[in-house]
């Protein structure tokens, strides 16, 4: 006990102490970031102007967009800030609120996923009941229940982690305050606390998979059903971008946070980290936009009406 210390300020290694690699790197994640923000709020302006893309499929698909949007700036300016001016110290409140907004808004993606999985379902499975069964309400209760289960497991994660003690450590050997490299760091038995975190994120994925797995199981049976090769294409195509944006989110967070803290390595997980923090936000609008021949119009009607 004599040798604990109370942490008011946590020191974040960062990807690299390669003094040649800190311009690189921050042009880099500048890139993406500006990639992100413009394609995040570009699809959002687009929902919101267009009116013929006022419907359940992209409301989620807008707020999916704002939580990329909120999930990437929780992270990346910081780290910019970190390669160019060498700041990569934290006070403890706010990494404290930079891992509860972090947790928050993956958690809320994660349950937008299983809402968009569920009203892909009723578009192919159910088209003609489509109309009543995603009504407003229902679209808007779905979407507030994420952001509700996003704030409570959020708030479970950084209760979890910080009624750890810190010791005279409090150098993070990562680029954010993750949830799992703060812990490590912690002088005192972690295994409870492990317990919970994995528990809670091993119900949270694996809940949110098996609901995924159950609609596209419905969602591919239906379309095997389909005798013409245009109604086939449509169907299929209805749900591409979204199984494609749930195999890139789900294979990284499985990989990152479900095994134990002793089994992990920091520098991989820090290459992984910038794949889901930085690169997923990035693509999510891209996949979401690139095929989708309703947004491409949307543009195209946008910039037509500008000129």
């Known amino acids: 006990m004599e040798n604990m210390t109370e942490v008011k300020w946590f020191v974040l290694l960062g990807l690299s102490n390669d003094p040649q690699l800190q311009l690189p790197l921050f042009i880099t994640f500048l890139l993406i970031y500006i990639i992100t923000l413009v394609g995040n709020l570009g699809i959002i302006l687009l929902i919101l102007l267009d009116s013929r893309l006022h419907t359940p499929m992209y409301i989620f698909l807008s707020n999916l967009s704002l939580v990329d949007f ?108 993750d949830v799992l490299a703060v812990m490590v760091i912690s002088c005192s038995n972690k295994y409870v606390n492990e317990l919970v975190l994995i528990s809670v994120t091993s119900f949270n994925i694996f809940f949110a998979l098996i609901l995924i797995l159950i609609s596209y199981t419905f969602i591919f049976s239906n379309i095997l059903k389909i005798n013409s090769s245009e109604g086939y294409r449509k169907a299929l195509s209805t749900c591409t971008s979204h199984f494609a944006a749930v195999s890139i989110s789900y294979g990284t967070v499985i990989f990152m946070y479900l095994q134990p803290s ?4 920091m520098d991989t997980d820090k290459i992984v980290s910038v794949f889901y923090t930085m690169v997923i936000p990035m693509l999510n609008p891209l996949v979401y936009s690139i095929r989708n021949k309703e947004v491409k119009n949307a543009f195209t009607k946008i910039v037509l009406r500008s000129r």
């Open 262 to 265: 002793s089994s992990h390595s």
């Open 70 to 177: 909120c999930y990437s700036s929780t992270i990346t300016p910081k780290v910019m800030a970190g390669l160019l001016r060498g700041d990569k110290i934290m006070s403890y409140n706010a990494c404290a609120s930079q891992m509860f907004f972090f947790a928050n808004f993956a958690d809320v993606e994660n349950y937008l996923l299983v809402s968009m999985a569920y009203d892909r379902y009723v578009a192919v499975c159910k088209p003609l009941h489509y109309a009543t069964t995603m009504t407003t309400h229902v679209c808007v209760s779905l979407v507030i229940g994420c952001y509700i289960c996003g704030f409570l497991n959020a708030s479970i994660y950084t209760v979890d982690v910080l009624s750890l003690p810190f010791c005279e450590s409090n150098v993070i050997h990562h680029f954010f305050c």
